[in-house]
């Protein structure tokens, strides 16, 4: 199955995905109600933790899918999938913000810095696609494939390191 066909099956049935992300915001809305003030503290933070894990990582691939069909592929805003592409982000931030509500800090939250690294590594990675494809840069080398890869990660690992001097 391809990321194509998964989407078209979820577009013809959405009431999964709309039961999805309709029951996000509304545990994170009924733990809000049960533990007020204490989101910070021990049972809370780890149920928070989870919530913005399932939020966040559909969120997160919407976004960077969002990203790279509006700069590689050109497509159109209005083709976007509401329930693939649409429905993710805004779940996201609707359970991010009333979690928010009863943390003091996301830094609370055990977890919750591995996704901010990941959504920089995702934004890095794109970053780096999209110079490469505005530059037109066309190389004709006897290197192989694997030396091409290394070397990638290699400067992905300097722009992290260099990103991350840059804001500590």
Known sequence: MTLQQFFDRVGERPDWVLIYFTLLPLMALLANLLGKNEGHLSPWNYFYAFLIY??????????AL???????????????????????????????????????SFDYIPGFQ??????????AVISLMWIVDRTRIVVFSYLKFEYVLVIFAVLLVLLLWGWRKLFN
């Open 114 to 123: 591995k996704l901010s690294g990941l959504v920089l590594m995702i934004f």
């Open 54 to 63: 399932l939020a966040c990582i559909p969120g997160i691939f919407a976004v």
């Open 66 to 104: 969002n990203v790279y069909l509006f700069l590689f592929e050109r497509r159109s805003i209005f083709d976007f999938n509401i329930y693939t592409q649409i429905l993710p982000f805004f779940a996201m931030l609707l359970t991010l913000w009333l979690i928010r509500r009863n943390v003091i």
